[in-house]
């Protein structure tokens, strides 16, 4: 059958919605004696999908994005790189490459620590077999070491393709991580 749900979260203080969600889905329904239940493909989580005809890449995709956000807030390198694309590119700065972007997260994990990050998948468009143009957002809070201030990334929306290489998704193309990249969609 399938399903709109729609939900609006509100602050109980300031009565400012937080979050707007929908989710349009296919949920497969049982007989479960006299009662009707929900059986599969019931997204009740931020990172389930929000589109119809979501597949295991969804989740694959959603598993790969926890992956990369316990990585960076632990401040692992390695499950980062494996992550990222040898081909990696950016099409706003050609200069963007998977050594450039590795140098710049490594030299933010020397200078600064992560007070407040937060990450979210709007959708996910595959576009084959093994690519993906993944919408997120995210809004990332740091404290420079030196001189002790806090740094705040503002709101980032962006498009960022991925690419299954070697059986695993990895980011190919368009991922901001320089302060001069573009941090809201056109």
Not at 48 to 57: I, K, Y
Not at 79 to 108: E, H, K, M, P, Y
Request: positive net charge; glycine residues 4%; contains cysteine.
């Amino acid at each position: 059958m399938r399903t709109r749900v729609s939900f609006k979260l509100r602050n109980s203080v300031s009565e400012q919605i937080v979050r707007d969600k929908t989710w349009v889905f296919d949920a497969i329904w049982r007989k479960e004696g006299s009662f009707w239940k929900v059986f599969r493909n019931m997204p009740y989580r931020d990172t389930h999908p929000s589109q119809v005809g979501a597949d295991a890449r969804w989740g694959e995709l959603a598993s790969a994005h926890h992956e990369l956000q316990a990585a960076l807030a632990v401040e692992n390198l390695s499950v980062f790189a494996n992550r990222i694309s040898n081909t990696f590119g950016n099409d706003f700065d050609a200069t963007s490459t998977r050594n450039d972007l590795l140098v710049a997260a490594q030299s933010r994990f020397n200078a600064m620590d992560v007070k407040i990050a937060e990450y979210s998948v709007d959708s996910i468009e595959f576009t084959g077999s093994d690519r993906a143009r993944v919408r997120c957002r995210a809004n990332v809070r740091v404290i420079s070491l030196l001189p002790g201030i806090d740094i705040d990334s503002g709101n980032i929306e962006a498009i960022v393709e991925w690419r299954k290489e070697d059986g695993i998704w990895k980011i190919f193309r368009n991922l901001p991580y320089r302060f001069n990249h573009p941090t809201k969609l056109p």
